[in-house]
């Protein structure tokens, strides 16, 4: 179903930048998808001997990164959703737009720079 291009206003972002974020939010959208299906598909056929069972190290690091993977899939689709009603490339701690700069290395970035680094000096 093709996204109608929203204008994100006082974001500062112009239609064609708009564009480039919303493709590559896509891109990691189906990458994350494909990923998971990748991490059920191979867990469900582990390439074990009948009755071996996999180490827990093994185990560790399969879960550690379906869940990374999850965690990064929800913010995508929040910041899809967030440029679909409009509220996209703005910080949510500030108020302020995110430079295009940090949303093109982020897309799903929902803080600016120093707002981040507040943000995680914090925890």
Same mark, same amino acid.
Request: charge should be neutral; include cysteine; hydrophobic fraction near 35%.
């Given at each position: ?5 929203? =204008?994100? +206003?006082?974001?500062? @972002? ?11 939010? #896509?891109?990691? /959208? ?16 582990? =390439?074990?001997?009948? +009755? ?12 550690? @990164? ?14 899809? #959703?967030?440029? =679909? ?16 700069? /940090? @949303? #093109?290395?982020?897309?799903?970035? /929902?803080?600016?720079? +120093?707002?981040?680094?507040?943000? #995680?000096?914090?925890?």
């Amino acid at each position: 179903m093709p996204h109608q291009l929203i =204008d994100a +206003g006082p974001a500062g @972002l112009d239609p064609e930048e708009l564009a480039a974020l919303r493709a590559n939010l #896509e891109d990691q /959208r189906r990458f994350r998808h494909d990923q998971l299906r990748e991490f059920e598909r191979s867990a469900a056929s582990r =390439d074990l001997r009948p +009755g071996e069972r996999a180490s827990p190290g093994q185990l560790e690091v399969h879960v550690q @990164l379906a869940a990374s993977a999850r965690m990064v899939l929800v913010d995508v689709e929040a910041a899809l #959703e967030r440029m =679909d009603r409009g509220g996209y490339g703005r910080c949510h701690r500030c108020g302020l737009p995110i430079p295009f700069a /940090r @949303l #093109e290395i982020v897309p799903q970035a /929902r803080y600016c720079g +120093g707002c981040h680094r507040v943000k #995680e000096t914090a925890h």
